[in-house]
Structures are given as structure tokens and as C-alpha cells.
């Protein structure tokens, strides 16, 4: 049976210079939630964006989002489809503990499709 409900955090704006404005949209999902790609787990996930409301297609990210980058190409239950940085999350463990271990994740791939400046 598919969960009804998800935790839409945040969309984070980001400016590509010669890709125009992109969307980071972090949020939770819940076990065989549409917006999962796991029937088992609750998942943690950021993917990237034209827009809030408009996917980045794959061969727009091809560009940078390659073998080396955490971000994929991901298909999810629901059929939706984008890059995606996810990852499986204990709901028990601390928020900071969780975002400790995401977080740097999703700024390394961030920073290898230059999306955001490298140190």
C-alpha cells in the first residue's frame, strides 16, 4: 500500500551562468511514497531542478552530472524522473546526525557540476 503523505522541505536557488536558474529540492519520503524510490525505507532526497515545478531533463544534466557526481538519474515509484541524490534514513536517528552524513553529500556534487563554488 503506497504512503499518502511527504515532507517537502525546501527549493534552493541556484544560478548557473550558462544554464540560467536551477532548483535544489530537498524533501522526505516516506516508504512506497510516489516520490521514493524504496518500498522499504523512508528516504532522504535532494534532486536538481529547472524549476519547482519543472524536472531539469536528462540530457540537460549530462553536462555535469557524470559517473563521479552522488547525483543520478533516478526513476522514481511514481514514474517521476530527474537527478537525485538519495539516501536511505532511520526516522529514529537525530536530524543533525542525518543532515551531518547528506549534506556534504549533496554539496560535493553540488560542487563537480559547478553549481555552487569549490573551496
Do not use: C
Not at 503506497?2 to 530537498?26: C, D, M, N, V
Not at 552522488?70 to 542525518?98: A, C, I, N, Q
Amino acid at each position: 500500500m503506497e504512503s499518502t503523505g511527504y515532507a517537502s522541505s525546501r527549493y534552493i536557488g541556484l544560478k548557473h551562468p550558462q544554464f540560467g536558474k536551477l532548483s535544489l529540492w530537498i524533501y522526505v519520503a516516506p516508504p512506497g511514497h510516489a516520490y521514493s524510490g524504496s518500498r522499504s525505507g523512508t528516504q532522504l532526497a535532494a534532486g536538481v531542478m529547472r524549476s519547482p515545478q519543472i524536472i531539469l531533463g536528462q540530457s540537460e544534466g549530462q553536462w555535469r552530472f557524470g559517473d563521479s557526481n552522488p547525483f543520478r538519474w533516478r526513476t522514481l515509484l511514481g514514474g517521476w524522473e530527474s537527478y537525485l541524490l538519495m539516501e536511505t534514513v532511520d526516522p529514529t536517528h537525530k536530524p543533525s546526525d542525518v543532515a551531518g552524513r547528506f549534506v556534504p553529500r549533496v554539496l560535493l556534487g553540488l560542487k563537480r557540476a559547478d553549481l555552487i563554488a569549490r573551496d
